[in-house]
C-alpha cells in the first residue's frame, strides 16, 4: 500500500514538474516570438524611416515636396491645373527671376493664404504687392527655419563666357533644405561652380543641365561626382534646342562611382522625352 501511494505521489510530481516546463517553454516561445516581431517592426521602421518625405515632379524645375504636415513648393509655375491634385503649400521656394522659376500668373491662381514665401533679392523686388507680407528675403550662404524645416540658399550662376549674363553670382539661390535629418539639394539654373563641388553631405541632389543656360551633362556628372550626393535627381534638362542626354549623365556617374544612385523622375509629363 505504501509503495502505490509513493508510486502514485512520484507519478504527480512528475507531471507537475513537465507541466511547469511546458508552460515555461510556451512562454519562451511567445517571448521569442515577439521579439522577432518587435525586430521585424524596427526593420520595417528603419527601412521607412526618410521615406516619409515625398517629392513630386511637376515640370521642369517645378517640384512639391510633402512631409507630415508641410507642404512646399519649388519654383512653382505651370498655372493652377499644374497643382489641381495637390496640398495648399505651406512654402514657397523661388531660385530666380526666370519664367521658369517665377511665374506671377500662377502664384497669383493657386491658394497661397497659408504660405510663406522665401525667395532672393531679386524675387522680392518684382513680387506683386499682396504678397509683400508673406516673404522671406534669403542672400546666398544665409539660412532660416520655417515650420521644422531648415532652409539654406546657395549660390548658382554661371561660369561660361558666353552664358554669364544669363545666371550672374549672387542674384538666384539654389537651396539645401534640411528635413528630419535629410539633406536636399535644389541647385536652380547654374553651372559647375567651386560651391556645388563642395556641397557635403547630401541626400538627394536635383541637378540641373541644359544648355545654352545651365551646363552640360558632363559637368553636371562631374560636380556630382565630386560632392558625392546619396541619390541624384536630374531635372531642368529640356534646352534650346536639344534636350539633354539624361541617360548619358547617368553612365558617366555609374561609370565614376555606383555608390551614387541616378533617379530619373518624369519631368515633362506631356512631351515625349
Not at 521642369?60 to 507642404?71: L, R
Not at 519654383?75 to 522659376?101: C, E, V
Not at 504687392?129 to 548658382?156: H, Q, R, T, Y
Request: with cysteine; proline share 4%; aromatic share 10%.
Amino acid at each position: 500500500m505504501k509503495k502505490t501511494k509513493f508510486l502514485v505521489l512520484l507519478l504527480t510530481f512528475s507531471f507537475s514538474f513537465a507541466c511547469k516546463d511546458a508552460k515555461k517553454s510556451e512562454k519562451e516561445i511567445d517571448s521569442t516570438s515577439e521579439n522577432v516581431e518587435q525586430t521585424a517592426d524596427a526593420n520595417k521602421i528603419l527601412k521607412t524611416k526618410g521615406e516619409e518625405i515625398k517629392i513630386t515632379p511637376i515640370g521642369h524645375a517645378t517640384a512639391v515636396i510633402e512631409w507630415k504636415d508641410v507642404t512646399i513648393y519649388i519654383d512653382p509655375t505651370g498655372g493652377s491645373t499644374a497643382f489641381k491634385n495637390q496640398k495648399k503649400p505651406d512654402l514657397i521656394l523661388i531660385t530666380d527671376i526666370h519664367g521658369d522659376h517665377f511665374n506671377k500668373e500662377t502664384l497669383e491662381a493657386i491658394d497661397v493664404s497659408k504660405a510663406t514665401f522665401v525667395v532672393p533679392q531679386a524675387v522680392a523686388d518684382e513680387m506683386p504687392d499682396e504678397f509683400a507680407g508673406k516673404l522671406e528675403i534669403l542672400a546666398n550662404e544665409s539660412s532660416i527655419e520655417l515650420n521644422g524645416i531648415l532652409i539654406k540658399a546657395v549660390p548658382m550662376y554661371n561660369l561660361r563666357k558666353e552664358a554669364k549674363d544669363f545666371h550672374v553670382k549672387g542674384r538666384g539661390n539654389g537651396y539645401i533644405i534640411t528635413i528630419d535629418g535629410q539633406r536636399i539639394y535644389f541647385s536652380g539654373d547654374t553651372e559647375d561652380i567651386p560651391e556645388m563641388r563642395s556641397l557635403k553631405n547630401i541626400d538627394k541632389a536635383f541637378v540641373c543641365m541644359n544648355l545654352p543656360y545651365t551646363m552640360t551633362v558632363e559637368s553636371a556628372a562631374s560636380a556630382v561626382l565630386d560632392f558625392k550626393p546619396k541619390q541624384v535627381y536630374p531635372y531642368h534638362y529640356r534646352g534650346q534646342p536639344d534636350v539633354s542626354d539624361v541617360k548619358m549623365f547617368k553612365k558617366l556617374v555609374d561609370a565614376g562611382n555606383q555608390d551614387i544612385e541616378v533617379v530619373q523622375l518624369d519631368w515633362y509629363p506631356n512631351e515625349d522625352f
